[in-house]
Nanobody, 124 residues
Framework: QVQLVESGGGLVQAGGSLRLSCAAS????????MGWFRQAPGKEREFVAA???????ADADSGKGRFNISRDNAKNTVTLQMNSLKPEDTAVYYC??????????????????WGQGTQVTVSS
């Protein structure tokens, strides 16, 4: 069992940056793919970015060129660096992981465990 705790959310003005972190505890997750999803009010939870155990990455079009996902297996953390934020990036951001995710990184059902989420609010 892996537990995930997200942090780093908050309120930021449009054009600003935030760095989200996801700390994993429990069994070793180094072999799992890790991803970030987000859910805005009244909308479906959507894929943001993912990183495989070999550090291959996948990104949604919404964040291309602005968001960067990375992982530190020694520290059991996954990070989402978000730059040039827009009001439409406002959502609760969730960290997730799974053993059999690749190559379907965008599929929520592929992920076995999820964090509780962290709120990101971008003001215009």
């Amino acid at each position: 069992q892996v537990q995930l705790v997200e942090s780093g959310g908050g309120l930021v003005q449009a054009g600003g940056s935030l760095r989200l972190s996801c700390a994993a505890s429990g069994r070793i997750f180094n072999s799992d793919a890790m991803g970030w999803f987000r859910q805005a009010p009244g909308k479906e939870r959507e894929f943001v970015a993912a990183i495989s155990r070999s550090r291959s990455t996948a990104d949604a079009d919404s964040g291309k060129g602005r968001f960067n996902i990375s992982r530190d297996n020694a520290k059991n953390t996954v990070t989402l660096q978000m730059n040039s934020l827009k009001p439409e990036d406002t959502a609760v951001y969730y960290c997730a992981g799974g053993s059999w995710v690749a190559p379907a990184f965008q599929e929520r059902s592929r992920y076995d465990y999820w964090g509780q989420g962290t709120q990101v609010t971008v003001s215009s």
